[in-house]
């Protein structure tokens, strides 16, 4: 069958029970979790159910609404731009949308309060849709601002709205700004990409000249205000001053809305935040952190290792390495020192966070403490720190996957149990359920963010939970997985997945015996080497194991068993 995949055997166990896992772990640039989907609803906090979890995405807007993204039910890996809007109970709000178009984003006006329960969509409400062509952009009342067929529209910067060739993932080329209340449009300047943002102007945007990054200003009706002449731009800060890169790798600076260069060059800038920025340079072999006002004069002197911004008026900062943190004030006045064996710190509503740990090897652990640096709780046991609304939510432990999430209160009382919780307001709380089943869609669609790395890992150990592989017919593996993918090597082959670089791959063989599965097996390529693990005989069950959450993410561990008695080969 394939001379030239080598069977590397391995220690026993790992390669005839965990064939899997042992292929993830040496092709370790591949994720596992992109082809399993949650489905999102939303409860209240007594757990009552608001809107089921039936739908691909819930997107809390302003004034009370909610914008509900429906599943594609051919591939509810894809996005089906096609969706409704419903108030805080609920209750669908009545659209006029054109014919053949379907909800795809809402864009409220920029002045809509937050108001809960509100029974109509405020007027100035603009509805970007979806057609066969593209998308587009109307009014609560049907009326086209833009025809539906472009590629991706984004998010509007002073009624402006760039429209961009691309996809709404991977926007190219800025075509033109419109105007939303005049409807003009202003051509972009050739080749400029602009990012998704909110914010006032100018507008930073970027070109592609001599095959370098440079980048400049426009006014959100798409003028040009300052040609592009950086190696990287910021957006202004309101005190009129914004942080640029003169060229690449040679530190940072501010220009005024004139494009003009008003500061000194350091090596590393931040932005303006009431009216102090943090700033670092390198003095005698050293770098240190200072803070300067918008007159670059230094209010705190760059002397500190560690500088970060908390809050206005509180600082975070470590004079050299080893010292303990302290809570400054922008004059360098000591307000409270942070918890000792502090590592790193960073503000949430309720206070600072503090991780810590003793010495390398120890346990970590994290603090919060409020503004003032009294302790208000310990993250020992998992418990979370960050409440929003007055709720947290904390991983449970289970032993198997998929992993349980509970909602808890102020008080460490579980409220709810499940897949996942987002609170969004007091009252009003996203809820996920994982669905783990096999669809025939994602499969023969293995990238449904149009441009992500194919990744059908978890899609074969669903296929394997949901049906019994051995004896399975060829007619029904073809109808389920597709035709061979690699014609004419005798067994069929399908894709798993493909490494970040294209020199590593995953794939799964099939071979017949009188057109009914005989064997199967995981074959891989990592770099020069081919392999192929041995022969499974025997129908399998996938245990995803236990996930754990730390501080680089989630670990995910993946292992078959069989489905009965018979022995791998």
């Given at each position: 069958?394939?001379?030239d995949l ?8 790992m390669?005839?029970?965990?064939p ?5 772990l ?5 994720a ?17 159910t ?9 997107e ?5 609404f909610f ?5 594609d ?9 096609d ?5 805080g ?8 949308l ?12 920029s ?16 509805l970007?849709?979806?057609g ?7 009014r ?6 833009l ?6 529209i984004?998010?509007?910067i ?9 996809n ?6 800025l ?6 209340k005049?409807?003009k449009?202003v051509?972009?300047?050739s080749?400029?990409?602009i ?8 507008v ?22 300052i040609?592009?002449?950086f ?14 890169s ?14 003009k260069?008003v500061?000194p ?16 340079i390198?003095?005698?072999k050293?770098y ?10 230094y ?7 560690h500088?970060q911004?908390?809050f206005?008026?509180?600082y ?8 303990e ?8 006045k ?12 960073y ?20 603090l ?7 302790l ?6 998992n418990r979370?720190?960050?409440f929003?609304f007055?709720?947290a ?16 209160d ?63 017919s ?7 997985l597709?035709?061979?993918?690699r ?22 063989e099939?071979?017949f ?20 693990a ?12 236990k996930?754990n959450?730390g ?7 993946m292992?078959l ?9």
């Amino acid at each position: 069958m394939n001379d030239d995949l080598t069977v590397r055997k391995g220690p026993a166990i790992m390669r005839q029970i965990y064939p899997l896992l042992f292929a993830i772990l040496c092709n370790a640039g591949t994720a596992i979790s992109a082809t399993a989907y949650n489905t999102v609803g939303v409860i209240d906090r007594a757990g009552k159910t608001i809107v089921p979890c039936e739908y691909y995405r819930v997107e809390r807007l302003a004034n009370g609404f909610f914008y509900l993204a429906k599943i594609d039910k051919n591939n509810p890996l894809r996005f089906s731009y096609d969706g409704l809007v419903v108030d805080g109970d609920g209750k669908p709000i009545p659209l006029n949308l054109p014919v053949e178009c379907t909800l795809s984003k809402v864009h409220l006006p920029s002045s809509t309060t937050d108001k809960e329960n509100a029974k109509k969509l405020p007027l100035g409400t603009i509805l970007e849709i979806h057609g066969p062509d593209g998308f587009g952009l109307c009014r609560l009342d049907g009326t086209l601002i833009l025809e539906p067929k472009y590629d991706a529209i984004g998010t509007p910067i002073q009624g402006c709205f760039p429209v961009s060739k691309g996809n709404p993932f991977n926007r190219t080329t800025l075509l033109f700004m419109l105007n939303s209340k005049t409807g003009k449009r202003v051509d972009a300047p050739s080749n400029a990409r602009i990012n998704d943002t909110n914010h006032s102007a100018p507008v930073p945007f970027v070109v592609i000249r001599s095959g370098r990054e440079v980048w400049g200003y426009m006014a959100p009706s798409g003028k040009v205000l300052i040609e592009p002449a950086f190696a990287h731009a910021n957006e202004f800060a309101a005190n009129g001053l914004a942080r640029v890169s003169l060229k690449t790798g040679v530190g940072n600076a501010y220009i005024d809305k004139r494009g003009k260069v008003v500061s000194p060059t350091y090596a590393l800038a931040g932005d303006f935040f009431d009216n102090l920025a943090i700033v670092e340079i390198l003095h005698e072999k050293k770098y240190r952190k200072g803070l300067i006002n918008r007159k670059f004069k230094y209010v705190l002197a760059p002397e500190y290792v560690h500088l970060q911004r908390l809050f206005e008026g509180i600082y975070a900062a470590q004079k050299n390495g080893g010292d303990e943190w302290k809570a400054i004030s922008p004059s360098g006045k000591l307000l409270f020192s942070l918890p000792k064996d502090t590592k790193r710190v960073y503000p949430i509503s309720a206070g600072i966070i503090c991780g810590t740990q003793s010495q390398p090897g120890q346990p970590k652990r994290s603090l919060l403490v409020d503004r003032t640096g009294r302790l208000v709780r310990s993250g020992e046991n998992n418990r979370p720190l960050d409440f929003k609304f007055g709720l947290a939510v904390a991983p449970k432990e289970v032993e198997k996957s998929p992993l349980q999430w509970e909602l808890v209160d102020e008080n460490g009382h579980v409220l709810q149990t499940s897949q996942f919780f987002s609170a969004v307001s007091a009252d009003r709380i996203l809820k996920y359920v994982r669905n783990d089943h096999f669809v025939a869609a994602a499969w023969n669609d293995p990238s449904p963010m149009n441009g992500a790395t194919m990744n059908r890992v978890d899609q074969f150990a669903n296929f394997l939970n949901d049906y019994d592989l051995i004896a399975m017919s060829r007619v029904q593996v073809e109808q389920l997985l597709g035709p061979s993918e690699r014609p004419g090597q005798g067994a069929n082959f399908y894709w798993i997945s493909h490494g970040m670089c294209g020199n590593s791959w995953i794939g799964i063989e099939i071979e017949f015996d009188q057109n009914l599965v005989a064997r199967w097996r995981e074959v891989w390529k990592s770099g020069d080497d081919c392999c192929g693990a041995p022969w499974v005989t025997t129908n399998m069950l996938v245990d995803r194991g236990k996930e754990n959450i730390g501080w680089l993410g989630i670990e995910a561990s993946m292992q078959l068993y069989p489905k009965n008695k018979d022995s791998l080969q």
